[in-house]
């Protein structure tokens, strides 16, 4: 004769596995963060990128946004959760009312068009964005600010910005004082390693400085008025060149991707 009482024990506890097994497979399905980013084709720096992400979070995705053809970055766009704006080429001085500094520049007005049309993309679905050198002055740019084309003969400082060997080039930045960046770092001065010969001439007004050079030249930025705006850090440094215990590379990662986990979980 069965044991009824045996027979609905059992069956509650396959119900119950069944049931916790799905839910463990809906929570953890989109775990999984995707970033948005582009890249100077064949350059090492693109290594460089991916291998600082990795070495924090070995699970994230990375869309390579020029390697899409251009009908298809707004659906690869989509299912991302952020979108990092990294180092290369100049931007072209006519987005920023400059063509007459073109003769300072080295440009990929293709990458440019790109990016806008990401970043706009990005904006407007409120994802978090992280801007990197290049990506840096393209986000000033982007909000209304506008750049020096070649610090050495429109800016002049005493400040290496750019040396022959790029990973060896370093110099201090400073906060000033306390603000979110060196809250988040917990220091008000470090040093960073650099690689530029532009700057931000004009910082759009949309924004506001978190760190200058000895020179008073603007070196990392968010929103001036947070409130509205989606998560924004910017830094003219290239953290993924850095020792991640170093706190202006590894609490700027670290940070980012908390953000784009929270807008996975809020549009997921």
Same mark, same amino acid.
């Given at each position: 004769?069965?044991?009824? #009482?045996?027979? #609905?024990?059992?069956?509650?506890?396959?119900?119950?596995?069944?049931?916790?097994?799905?839910?463990?497979?809906?929570?953890?399905?989109?775990?999984?963060?995707?970033?948005? *980013?582009?890249?100077?084709?064949?350059?090492?720096?693109? !290594?460089?990128?991916?291998?600082?992400? /990795?070495?924090?979070?070995?699970?994230?995705?990375?869309?390579?946004?020029? &390697?899409?053809? *251009?009908? &298809?970055?707004?659906?690869? $766009?989509?299912?991302?959760?952020?979108?990092?704006?990294?180092?290369?080429?100049?931007? /072209?001085?006519?987005?920023?009312?400059?063509?007459?500094?073109?003769?300072?520049?080295?440009?990929?007005?293709?990458?440019?068009?790109?990016?806008?049309?990401?970043?706009?993309?990005?904006?407007?679905?409120?994802?978090?964005?992280?801007?990197?050198?290049?990506?840096?002055?393209?986000?000033?740019?982007?909000?209304?600010? #506008?750049?020096?084309?070649?610090?050495?003969? &429109?800016?002049?400082?005493?400040?290496? /910005?750019?040396?022959?060997?790029?990973?060896?080039?370093?110099?201090?930045?400073?906060?000033?004082?306390?603000?979110? $960046?060196?809250?988040?770092?917990?220091?008000?001065?470090?040093?960073?390693?650099?690689?530029? /010969?532009?700057?931000?001439?004009?910082?759009? !007004?949309?924004?506001?400085?978190?760190?200058?050079?000895?020179?008073? $030249?603007?070196? *990392?930025?968010?929103?001036?008025?947070?409130? #509205?705006?989606?998560?924004?850090?910017?830094?003219?440094?290239?953290?993924?060149?850095?020792? !991640?215990?170093?706190?202006?590379?590894?609490?700027?990662?670290?940070?980012?991707? !908390?953000?784009?986990?929270?807008?996975?979980?809020?549009?997921?």
């Amino acid at each position: 004769m069965r044991n009824s #009482s045996g027979y #609905s024990f059992t069956r509650f506890i396959l119900l119950f596995l069944t049931f916790f097994i799905m839910i463990n497979s809906c929570t953890t399905k989109n775990t999984r963060l995707k970033l948005a *980013a582009s890249f100077i084709n064949g350059n090492p720096e693109e !290594s460089n990128y991916i291998k600082w992400v /990795h070495q924090m979070d070995s699970t994230v995705e990375i869309i390579v946004l020029n &390697q899409i053809p *251009a009908d &298809q970055v707004e659906q690869a $766009l989509s299912s991302c959760d952020g979108l990092m704006l990294t180092g290369g080429d100049d931007i /072209h001085p006519d987005r920023y009312g400059r063509p007459e500094d073109t003769v300072f520049c080295t440009m990929n007005p293709g990458r440019d068009t790109l990016e806008y049309m990401a970043l706009k993309l990005a904006y407007d679905k409120k994802m978090p964005l992280l801007g990197i050198c290049r990506g840096f002055q393209l986000l000033n740019v982007y909000f209304g600010g #506008s750049l020096y084309a070649d610090l050495p003969a &429109q800016f002049g400082s005493l400040v290496q /910005h750019r040396c022959e060997d790029p990973l060896s080039c370093e110099h201090l930045v400073s906060t000033g004082g306390e603000n979110y $960046l060196s809250q988040l770092t917990g220091k008000q001065a470090g040093r960073v390693t650099s690689n530029h /010969h532009q700057g931000i001439r004009d910082l759009s !007004s949309k924004l506001v400085s978190l760190a200058c050079s000895g020179d008073n $030249l603007t070196e *990392a930025f968010t929103w001036a008025d947070p409130e #509205s705006e989606p998560f924004m850090l910017a830094v003219q440094w290239h953290p993924e060149r850095m020792d !991640s215990l170093n706190t202006y590379s590894g609490e700027l990662l670290r940070e980012f991707l !908390s953000k784009m986990k929270d807008f996975s979980q809020m549009t997921k």
